[in-house]
Each structure stands twice: as structure tokens, then as C-alpha cells.
């Protein structure tokens, strides 16, 4: 199939990208995070994490042999969607919810639609809403840090900051920074996330554009409506979404003026949700909306081609 | 007896090859809003049903009183008479169905399936074979519902006709009974019942040319030429 996309003549450039050097970066690059979820959130993390990346790379092997497709599960893609799903999950979920989200993302979302590269929405992302609205109460359960000192998983509970913050409550920058606060397993923890996302533009797997335009949104809607920035830039999945979610190749546009557009209107969905919903988050439903607008706006950035007319009729 | 082979197929036809809601893909909104239960889904099927039958009956009766003209009109009327025969009925002994089904009850008198086979069968068909076109697709219909309304309600509220099973009802998987898995098990059935009607594509040897779908405006023809493939 690649062979075939080679329409010029040679010599041609060899690169050494491919889907699982890409795929392994973004792994390597989701360390931090992983680390500093079973710091803060114990054992029980690391057996979530395990749960739901074993069980999306047996679904999407599964999955391919059953329609007689050439099997991708070597291209890493499944243990990062994996990943992303079960950083976005909260600590006391019961395994089995969890493995429903994992055959959700890849056998629904993925490859229902054709697999890696066809998929329309992120697959983690669209599992984790899929998640919420099926069990609601246990995705909004958010164990306290260091739960694990103090009893079970459901005994030890807290708000997240965001939660806390509609109630009034402020939660302190250095906790937020570190991540010693309520939430979903990789989105609490912002250095780790920073550390992620600076590893990926410094090893070019992403362009800065997406991260940098949605986080600078929200911090300017933020401004405007006379919030407290840093807190809502470092509180709820902003960055985890910004950097790892709204970066999908698959569901971003490919241009950067498109590129501009999508996360501009991540930032300002994410506001309006967190700030006038009733939702106390709302990183998953904004980057879900653009993913499903990207084609639309795809075709208005689609840069003209040099010397061409515009036409009339357009 | 050759007369009555035809006769079982106009029954038969509606209820896999050409199932009202899953091939042609009619009747989609109660479809999707009443299968929240099997009990509301099986009520409005059999409500559907008993409309589909006897307006199928009498339009077919009146198909050449009927101004074509003015036939749709004229089909709703028919209609509706009979969606308020059944309203009323189902007020009468059966409140709860009635309040489960709310709106959906009287919007029968648009559905799709009975306006469709009304156009598409009872006005060129005689009376028998449209009040069992009618049976067929009423059959085919309840039998989608039945099916979406059994998945739906197991997975997502953890009980079948009320009835709660025992693992799945502590912890149901809630999205099945809201609109999107409404949507999901919908395409789900589909894809199933293309499976089940489609069969296996023929070759073009086997088939020859003049079978082809581009017969008519196929250049090789033109040239003299038989096609290559």
C-alpha cells in the first residue's frame, strides 16, 4: 500500500518515521503521566492502566482477525489509545467498566470505521463519554490523593478542583501543579503533562500549534471574563486533552491555519462548558465537537493551490 | 395452489428480506423513541400493525374510487380513522401502554411504513394481498421493535418486560436506553439483516453482458467489442 503512494521520480528520501516510532513517543511521552498517577493514586492505577491497555490491544487484534484484515496491532496505536482512556479515568472504576471502554474505543470507534486512520472522533475520548453517560456515578467518583493510606478506594473521596471551584472552594497552584488533587488518573498531575508535551514538539511528533492556540483560548477567555488563569489552565483535563487528545492526527485538521481554527474553538467550547454548563468539565465534549467538525473545517482552510482563480461560483 | 404461493409471499416478505424498518428503513422515529422497553416497543408494534392491516384493507378496497390526485390526503384520513379507533382502545384497557407511548401512539397516523405501503402496495394490489402486505410489514415492524426494545432494555436499564436480571440490573450500561445506543443498535440490526438478505455477488462471466448494469452506455458494446470484465 505505501509502496503505491510513491508518485515521483527518484531519488527519493527515505525517513525514519513510521506509525510505531510515532505511536512509541507518544507512549514514552505518556510516562511522566503514568508515573505520577501510580504515585498519587497507588497500585490500583497502574492495574487500571494494565486492565484497559491489555484489553484494547486484545480487541483490536481480535477485531482485525475477525474481519480478515491485515493485522495492525504491531503499530502500538491500540496501547496508546489504551493509555489515553485509562488516564482519563478515575481510580475506583471497576475493571470491567473499564475493559468496556477499551472495546469501545477500538472496536466501535476505531475499527468499525476502517481502523488507524479512519476513525472520525478520538476513540479513548469517545470511550470515555461513552463511559460517563453509561455509569455515571462511577465516572464521577474521585478518589482523594494517597487514598490507599487511608482506606478503600470508595471510602476515600473528594471533588475535583473544578467541582470544588463551582462550590466556591479554591484549590492551591502547587497542588494543582503536582497533582495531589481529585480527578482522573494522567489529567491531575501537570508537570508530568508538560514534561510529556515538551518531549513531543521537541521530538517534532506534534506541531506546538494545536496545545499552544487551545490552552492560550482558554487562558484568554479566562481574562475576559475575569477568571483565575492559572487555574483554569492547570485544573481538569485541559492540558491532557490539549496536548495528548486534540493532537490525534486522525481527527486534527492537517494545515495550520485549520489547525488554528480547531483548537481556538476547543479553547472557547471548553469555557463555555466549564464556566455556564452544567457540566464541571468539559475538555472530552469540546474536543469530541471539533473532531466531528474537522472535515468541515478542513474544507474551508484547504489552502488554494498557487495561480489558481477563484471561481464565481464558489 | 399456484394461486397461493405468491399469496404467503406477500406476508412473508416483510417480515427479513423486506423488514419496514431495517431494509427500507422506514418508521425510524418510533423506531428509536419507543424502544426504551420491550412492553412500550411491543405495544406499539401491535398498535402499528392493526393500522397497517386494515387501512391497507380499505385503501386497497378504494383503490379505484380514490382521485389520484388528491390520494395522499385521502390515505391520511383512512388513516387517522383508524389510528383513533386503536388511541381509543388503547386509552380504554391500557392506560399504561398509552402513557408509555404518549405522542407516538397518535403519530402513527404518519408513519412512514403505513403511508409508504399504502403508495408503494395497497393502491395496486386487491384487497387480500394488501391486508396481508399489511400483516407482513405489521409482523416485520413489531419484530424490529421487539428485537431493539429486548436489546436496549437488557443492556441498558438491566430488565426484560419489567422483569430485572439479576447481574446486569446493578449495573446497567445506561447509554443503551438514551438516544445514541438507541442509534448504535439501530445500525447494529441493520448491518445484520444486509447480512442476512445479502448474497453472494455474481461474476460477471456468469451473468454476461447483457445483464451488466452499464449495457446500455458501455463503449465496448458500442466499438463491437465484448467487455473485458
Known amino acids: ?314 | 395452489m399456484a394461486e397461493k404461493k405468491p399469496l404467503i409471499k406477500e406476508l412473508t416478505k416483510g417480515i427479513i428480506k423486506e423488514n419496514p424498518v431495517l431494509c427500507l428503513v422506514l418508521g425510524t422515529c418510533p423506531t428509536l423513541a419507543v424502544t426504551t422497553g420491550v412492553s412500550s416497543a411491543l405495544g406499539m408494534g401491535v398498535a402499528a400493525t392493526v393500522v397497517l392491516v386494515c387501512s391497507n384493507a380499505v385503501i386497497s378496497a378504494l383503490r379505484k374510487v380514490i382521485p389520484s390526485k388528491v390520494r395522499i390526503p385521502a390515505y391520511i384520513t383512512i388513516i387517522a380513522a383508524f389510528v383513533t379507533i386503536v388511541q381509543m382502545i388503547v386509552k380504554a384497557y391500557a392506560p399504561a401502554l398509552n402513557d408509555a407511548l404518549g405522542v407516538y401512539l397518535p403519530l402513527i397516523v404518519v408513519n412512514c411504513i403505513i403511508l409508504g405501503r399504502a403508495e408503494m402496495f395497497a393502491s395496486k394490489n386487491k384487497v387480500l394481498p394488501s391486508a396481508l402486505d399489511g400483516l407482513g410489514m405489521g409482523i416485520g415492524f413489531t419484530a424490529a421493535l421487539f428485537l431493539m426494545g429486548s436489546i436496549r432494555e437488557i443492556l441498558g436499564a438491566g430488565s426484560w418486560m419489567g422483569i430485572s436480571i439479576p447481574v446486569i440490573s446493578s449495573n446497567p450500561i445506561l447509554i443503551f436506553i438514551l438516544p445514541p445506543g438507541g442509534f448504535f443498535v439501530f445500525g447494529m440490526l441493520m448491518a445484520a439483516a444486509n447480512k442476512l438478505n445479502s448474497k453472494p455477488v455474481k461474476k460477471a462471466e456468469e451473468v454476461g453482458c447483457a445483464a451488466c448494469p452499464m449495457h446500455d452506455s458501455c463503449g465496448k458494446i458500442a466499438e463491437g467489442k465484448e467487455c473485458a470484465e
Not at chain 1, 494494565?50 to 496491532?73: G, I, P, Q, Y
Open chain 1, 1 to 314: 500500500m505505501e509502496e503505491k503512494l510513491i508518485v515521483s521520480a527518484s531519488p527519493h528520501i527515505r525517513a525514519k518515521t513510521t506509525t510505531t516510532n510515532i505511536m512509541l513517543d507518544v507512549i514514552i511521552a505518556l510516562m511522566p503521566a503514568v508515573v505520577a498517577s501510580i504515585i498519587i493514586f497507588g497500585f490500583r492505577a497502574l492495574m487500571i492502566i494494565a486492565d484497559t491497555v491489555l484489553v484494547a490491544v486484545l480487541a483490536e487484534f481480535l477485531s482485525r482477525k475477525v474481519m480478515k484484515r491485515e493485522n495492525t496491532v504491531t503499530d502500538l496505536s491500540a496501547v496508546v489509545t489504551g493509555l489515553l482512556l485509562a488516564l482519563n479515568l478515575p481510580v475506583g472504576i471497576n475493571p470491567i467498566f473499564a475493559a468496556f471502554g477499551s472495546v469501545v474505543a477500538i472496536v466501535v470507534v476505531k475499527q468499525m470505521f476502517g481502523g488507524i486512520g479512519n476513525n472520525f472522533v478520538n476513540p479513548a475520548l469517545a470511550a470515555r463519554i461513552i463511559l460517563l453517560s453509561s455509569f455515571p456515578t462511577a465516572m464521577t467518583t474521585w478518589a482523594k490523593p494517597f487514598w490507599f493510606r487511608e482506606g478503600a478506594v470508595d471510602a476515600v473521596t473528594t471533588a475535583t478542583p473544578l467541582a470544588m471551584y463551582a462550590n466556591g472552594e479554591t484549590t492551591s497552584l502547587s497542588d494543582l501543579f503536582l497533582g495531589t488533587t481529585g480527578g482522573c488518573l494522567g489529567e491531575t498531575c501537570a508537570l508530568a503533562l508538560i514534561i510529556g508535551g515538551a518531549y513531543l514538539m521537541i521530538r517534532r511528533v506534534i506541531s506546538p500549534v494545536i496545545p499552544l492556540t487551545y490552552i492560550g483560548t482558554v487562558a484568554i477567555m479566562s481574562l475576559i471574563f475575569g477568571q483565575d488563569i492559572l487555574f483554569q489552565l492547570l485544573s481538569g483535563g485541559l492540558l491532557l486533552g490539549a496536548i495528548f487528545m486534540a493532537t490525534d492526527y486522525t481527527t486534527s485538521p492537517i494545515n495550520t491555519k485549520g489547525k488554528v481554527v480547531f483548537a481556538i474553538g476547543c479553547g472557547v467550547l471548553t469555557f463555555l462548558i466549564r464556566n455556564f454548563a452544567n457540566l464541571p468539565e468539559g475538555v472530552s465534549f469540546s474536543i469530541l465537537i471539533m473532531n466531528i467538525l474537522v472535515p468541515l473545517i478542513e474544507r474551508a482552510t484547504n489552502p488554494r493551490p498557487f495561480g489558481e482563480k477563484e471561481s464565481k461560483n464558489a
